[in-house]
């Protein structure tokens, strides 16, 4: 599943192609595709003709483009988007040969790029929801956000986040740190990928009990996570097979520099242990026995 810096890399070229413009209609070819717009494909479809995309914005693994009519300039309605397992957001000459697995395409009234998305698997979604002030804050005060996600937390690469809230909250988990990186209440935007990237440079094993974990240590997970995130991000993200490309449908090239996840058996390239993998909630869990020792009494 696309992490922050994937998502942030679709925002940014969303950003370039789609803000200022109004939309000349929207065309749903799968229903599961809107299935959480609870009013259905036409409602969906309805409420985006004729309104005008404003800045793309993100948090964690979630996207939004606010809207608003030509009339109101105050946008009170947004197009959220989650990209799912292999949700794709595509913009091109709009008589392009249509994508095997398109799902909805939207036309914009200035004949220019459409903007398409393409779903394989569909356990992405689209829908049009109300705009809710932000319960998270910032340096600006409260913004505005989709009312489904108002309560996910601040990612790390926000403004808005808040490292000695998250400390004193890893410390009332009682969790693995692992559990706790992937827990989207406490710090959005980050998966099994860069949890793994994040904690080899903290040198801090993924079992590792929260309540155990010092304001220092804390402190190095974050950092750690921001410095993997930041790097990801000049090289268009994390790219493991073709499911994963920004809205120009170019892969991004991190793959290349993960220095844990998907390493196993590799030399570790700061002691030269093999990676190890571990089995972790149905999925896999890397790190480096010298660098990051498992815990006495870890949480698995």
Request: hydrophobic share 30%; charged share 30%; aromatic share 6%.
């Given at each position: 599943m696309p992490e922050l810096p994937e998502v942030e890399v679709v925002r940014r070229g969303l950003d370039r192609w789609t803000a200022?413009?109004?939309?000349?209609?929207?065309?749903?070819?799968?229903?599961?595709?809107?299935?959480?717009?609870?009013?259905?494909?036409?409602?969906?479809?309805?409420?985006?003709?004729?309104?005008?995309?404003r800045g793309p914005?993100?948090?964690?693994?979630y996207m939004w483009l606010p809207l608003s009519a030509e009339?109101?300039?105050?946008?009170?309605?947004?197009?959220?988007?989650?990209?799912?397992?292999?949700?794709?957001?595509?913009?091109?000459?709009?008589?392009?040969?249509?994508?095997?697995h398109l799902r909805v395409r939207i036309g914009f009234a200035d004949g220019g790029h459409d903007l398409r998305f393409v779903d394989q698997r569909t356990f992405g979604h689209l829908m049009v929801t109300d705009l809710v002030p932000d319960v998270v804050g910032?340096?600006?005060?409260?913004?505005?956000?989709?009312?489904?996600?108002?309560?996910?937390?601040?990612?790390?690469?926000?403004?808005?986040?808040?490292?000695?809230?998250?400390?004193?909250?890893?410390?009332?988990?009682?969790?693995?740190?692992?559990?706790?990186l992937l827990?989207?209440?406490?710090?959005?935007?980050?998966g099994n990928i860069y949890a793994d990237e994040a904690l080899w440079r903290a040198r801090i094993h993924w079992a590792r009990p929260t309540e155990t974990m010092t304001r220092a240590e804390a402190a190095r997970v974050l950092e750690g996570a921001q410095e993997v995130m930041e790097a990801a991000l000049a090289v268009g993200g994390t790219s493991f097979d073709s499911l994963y490309v920004d809205v120009d449908g170019e892969?991004?090239?991190?793959?290349?520099?993960?220095?844990?996840?998907?390493q196993r058996d590799q030399p570790c390239r700061r002691c030269g242990t093999p990676i190890r993998r571990d089995e972790f909630m149905n999925r896999s869990?890397?790190?480096?026995?010298?660098?990051?020792?498992?815990?006495?009494?870890?949480?698995?």
């Open positions: 200022g413009r109004a939309i000349a209609s929207a065309e749903v070819l799968h229903p599961r595709s809107v299935r959480r717009h609870a009013p259905g494909p036409a409602d969906f479809a309805g409420r985006l003709a004729g309104r005008t995309v914005r993100r948090r964690g693994k009339q109101d300039e105050a946008p009170g309605e947004a197009l959220l988007a989650h990209l799912g397992m292999s949700g794709q957001l595509l913009v091109g000459e709009p008589d392009r040969e249509r994508e095997k910032g340096p600006d005060g409260p913004g505005l956000v989709p009312e489904p996600i108002v309560h996910i937390a601040a990612d790390p690469l926000e403004d808005a986040f808040d490292p000695e809230a998250f400390f004193r909250a890893l410390r009332r988990r009682r969790t693995g740190i692992k559990r706790a827990d989207q209440s406490l710090i959005s935007g980050v892969s991004g090239y991190f793959e290349r520099s993960l220095d844990a996840y998907g869990s890397y790190s480096c026995p010298v660098c990051q020792p498992r815990p006495r009494r870890g949480r698995y």
